[in-house]
Every structure is written in C-alpha cells, then in structure tokens.
C-alpha cells in the first residue's frame, strides 16, 4: 500500500512540473479561439511596422492620382472615358510602359469604342474586376475586356483595425491586379519570379503614400510630367481623393492612403522580392509548444524574482526578434507567444503560493497537533487557551477546562508494553473526541498519559456534565487493565475548573487550579471528576 501511495505522489508530482504549461496552453488556446488577442496582435503589428520605419518606394512603380485638384478641374467623378483615352494618348509617347487601371469599367459608354481603340494601341493595358460581395461581381465590360492585355481583381478584405493584411491570391481563377501587372511589364523588363502557388499575399507596407513617385492626373494631361518619367514603369492609375476607397495603413497617422495604395505596395514587394513570409502553421505551434515546456520548466527550477526578470527578458527579447524579422520581411506573431509565456509564468507563481500555503498549513498543522493521538498538543493548548481567556475576559463570559490524567497508565505500560500504550492513549483520545460537541471545545494532549479540554462560554454545570460524558466514554471503550487496583478496565481522573475571568486572576491560574483539581480526584479514589471553582487566586474544590 505505501509502495502504490508513493507511486501515485510520485506521478503527481511529475504532472505538477507540467500543469502550469497545460493551463496556460488550455487558456490562451481558450482565448485565440474567442478571437480575444486578435486586437492584441494588430496593435502589435502597427507598433513593429512603425518601429522599423519606412522603406523605398521602388522607382519603377509610379501612381497617377485621381485627386482633388483632378476633380476640381475635370469634373466630377466618375469620368467620360474619352478622359482616359486622353490619358492613354499622353503616356503612349512614353513607351515601353505598362498602364494598370485600379477602376472597374463595368457599365457600357459611347465612348467606349475609342477608349478600347487606344488601348489595343497602347497594348500593354491591365484592367480591373471587383468581387466586393459573394456571387456578385463587377467586370469591365466585353469590349474593354477584350482590348486589354489582362485584367485581375481588386478584393480587399480589412481586418477590425481597418488595416488589409493579406489578400486572396485568385479570386474565381482570377489573379490579385499586381500579379497580371507585373506579368504585363516582364514583357520588357527583367524581373524575378512571382510567387504564384501562395493561396495569400501579405503587403509589406512600405512608407507614407506621400513619398512614392506619383503624379496628378490633370498635370499629365496638361503636359506638365515628361515623357521619360513615365518611361520603363509600372503606371498605376487609381482614386486618391478623399472619400474614395479609403484605406488604413500601419503608417496612417502620418498619411491617408486609399485601395490603389495596396496594389502599389504590393508591386513594389513582388519587384523588390520583399512580401511579408508569416510565421505560422503546424510547424510554428509545436515550436511554441515545445518553448513553452522548456519554459515551464526553467521556472519551477528558479525563484520568484528570477521569474520576474526572466519573464520580462523573454519577452521583451522576443519583441527585439520579431522587430529583426521583420526587417527581413518575417512576420513573427507577438501577442500570443508573450500571452502564453507569461500566463504560464503567472501560472507557476499561483501555484507556487498554493503550495507555500499548503506548506505552511502543514508546518501549522506538524506545530499544533499531537502525531501520536492526532489532537493538538501543549503549545496549541496554550495558544487557546490564552486567546479564549482574553475574549472570555472582555464579553465576562464564563470558561471552564478539564485536565484528565489515565489511572495507572505506568502500570499500563509494564503490564502490556509501549505499543499498546501508545493505542490506549489513542483510544483515550477518541473518547474525548466522541463526547465533546462543539466546535469551539478544543481538545489536547497536555503530556504523557494527561489530556485537557477547553470549554469557551460553558459553566460549572456544562462543564460536569461533560466530565461524566468522559468517564462514561472511556468505561465503555473497555480496555484492559489488569495491573489496575480499581477496574479490571482503564479509567481516567478528571480535575475542572469553571472561572469567569477578571484582572485577578490569568489563565496559567486556571490550568494550576484544574492540577490540584485533578490531583484531589486521584487523592478520592480515581475513576471521577472533582471541581474546583476559581472566586480569587484560592481555589476552592467541590
């Protein structure tokens, strides 16, 4: 049996060094499946974007806006298409180029005939579709469809944030518009491979929109933009005024963007081979997991401080990790491995008090109970005693005690030897035990074969009545004593005192006149009580 019970403290143990573990992994699974640390992870995405900084716009992308000057001077949108035919007629004499079109020319125009006229001779023209809503789509027309070279989908889909952090590779066999862009443009420029097998496509935002080469539609129409800036590029022509598409980047506090900006920053990560690669996965979990074991285990190994320092060195390190990833264009998720890290560190220090505390209830325990009867011993008896005694002082309420000594226990003892003293004081014990009531009466063993019992707010009349519940407890148990001159069985004597406390007297009083309580029963004959009530520091016996 103890082999088994030392086994199962054994496996318990072993449970315990990973429990922490568990309840973190089972907590903050709980919470990234509510959806809880997703505004966490989002504000942690727009910090590590802005402590990196900005990148270069690539020179090779340019954005022709559709503002408000634009508007002022053209009208309001949406436009003629003869505007961009126009505009088609402008960038010709700029060649090679590639023109895309971030607009859905969906409905039908008389003047669609010469805009798609111009755009077979320009050639290299990409326009755009949009599947804003599921089954529902807005495609360019059948004849500018046919004019252009490709076309490709504008789908944005915005985090709660508002910020776009991934979009849709294919939407119905349709490319998101950078890719088809940039197939256009390596018609005539050397460019590196795409990443066509990626179900998503995560911007690498690179800089406030204002400081990547753009140009005002109305100032190309007007001449003002030479041929060759516009020459070798990628010409992104899309709505940049206020209220039209707007868009939320990492960097938004220092500049508004709208949905062209997205296709812009996308092209500029395909040319520059710098897309956002996440971290994430099967792989990237069991990792985490695996961290968090070897996490879990450190700490059990070190001190509360040191796992305070520890913790905030972790995470805080792998903040500086992620923001380096991130330079490489790694995206390193933050919120949940720092939740999971230090829910398990709060873990450990949780259960590290709850088994402080179950330490020192079992130190108090080891203090204040007697290991051979299992009731308290002296020491908690007198820290009773002593605390009853002043409350019973300050309400004049009255206490009593009862000292009981075993009738020839020496005799006991050389008759049937230690072992069986030690049974019979415990049988003593639970005599006590089955005739007291309350929860307040306190029960000890005073020394040797003596026991006492305290009886908060009880009289002299409780107190008797008690005295002989105990005798009679004890008779009835019927062990043997044959070396006894007064019972073939064990009897106990009982001394008791009642006293209502004053300033006269103190409780070490009290316990000396329940000895000499005691003492005057064994003088009378054993197997009795005898009382004695304190009226000043003279007792008197009854």
Request: charged share 15%.
């Amino acid at each position: 049996m103890n082999w088994r019970r030392q086994s199962r403290l054994d496996r318990w143990k072993h449970w315990q060094t990973w429990l922490p573990s568990l309840l973190a992994t089972l907590f903050v699974a709980g919470l990234f499946w509510l959806k809880m640390l997703q505004p966490l992870e989002h504000l942690a995405y727009q910090w590590l974007f802005q402590w990196r900084g900005h990148l270069a716009w690539d020179e090779r992308v340019v954005l022709v806006k559709i503002d408000e000057p634009s508007l002022k001077q053209l009208g309001a949108f949406p436009w003629s298409r003869d505007r961009y035919t126009q505009l088609l007629n402008v960038i010709k004499s700029s060649q090679p180029n590639t023109v895309v079109f971030d607009l859905v020319f969906s409905e039908l125009s008389p003047a669609d005939q010469r805009f798609a006229e111009a755009i077979r001779q320009h050639r290299q023209i990409v326009i755009a579709g949009a599947w804003n809503q599921p089954n529902r789509t807005w495609q360019p027309n059948p004849m500018l469809r046919k004019a252009a070279i490709a076309t490709g989908h504008i789908l944005q889909t915005a985090d709660a944030d508002g910020i776009v952090r991934r979009i849709p590779t294919y939407v119905d066999r349709a490319a998101t518009l950078s890719l088809p862009s940039l197939q256009t443009y390596q018609l005539f420029a050397n460019i590196p491979e795409m990443p066509l097998a990626q179900s998503h496509l995560w911007p690498n935002w690179i800089a406030p929109t204002e400081q990547m080469p753009q140009y005002s539609f109305i100032d190309l129409l007007n001449g003002q933009v030479t041929p060759a800036a516009l020459e070798n590029k990628i010409i992104l022509v899309g709505a940049t005024a206020a209220g039209f598409n707007p868009l939320m980047t990492p960097f938004d506090e220092e500049s508004s963007a709208s949905g062209v900006h997205l296709h812009a920053t996308l092209l500029n990560n395909l040319l520059q081979q710098n897309l956002l690669q996440p971290i994430h996965g099967k792989r990237w979990m069991g990792l985490l997991l695996l961290s968090n074991l070897i996490w879990s285990h450190w700490l059990r190994q070190v001190r509360t401080f040191q796992q305070l320092v520890g913790s905030g060195i972790l995470v805080s390190g792998w903040w500086l990790l992620a923001l380096l990833a991130l330079h490489q264009s790694y995206w390193l998720p933050v919120a949940v491995p720092g939740i999971l890290w230090l829910t398990t560190s709060m873990m450990h220090w949780i259960m590290g008090n709850i088994q402080l505390e179950a330490k020192n209830q079992q130190l108090n325990h080891l203090a204040n109970i007697d290991e051979l009867t299992q009731i308290s011993n002296r020491r908690a008896l007198e820290q009773y005693l002593q605390q009853e005694w002043q409350r019973s002082r300050r309400e004049q309420q009255p206490i009593s005690l009862l000292l009981c000594d075993v009738d020839f226990f020496k005799q006991f003892n050389d008759c049937y030897g230690h072992i069986a003293g030690d049974e019979c004081l415990y049988q003593i014990a639970q005599a006590l035990n089955l005739s007291t009531k309350r929860p307040t009466d306190l029960i000890a063993r005073y020394g040797g074969e003596e026991f006492a019992v305290v009886l908060p707010n009880t009289d002299a009349q409780g107190a008797e009545n008690l005295a002989t519940a105990i005798l009679s407890q004890v008779r009835a148990k019927l062990i043997p004593h044959q070396k006894s001159p007064i019972s073939h069985y064990v009897t106990l004597s009982l001394g008791l005192v009642t006293v209502v406390p004053d300033a006269q007297i103190d409780w070490l009083d009290m316990i000396d006149a329940a000895d000499r309580a005691l003492y005057q029963a064994k003088f009378q004959g054993r197997d009795r009580a005898c009382n004695a009530v304190i009226k000043s520091p003279t007792a008197e016996f009854v």
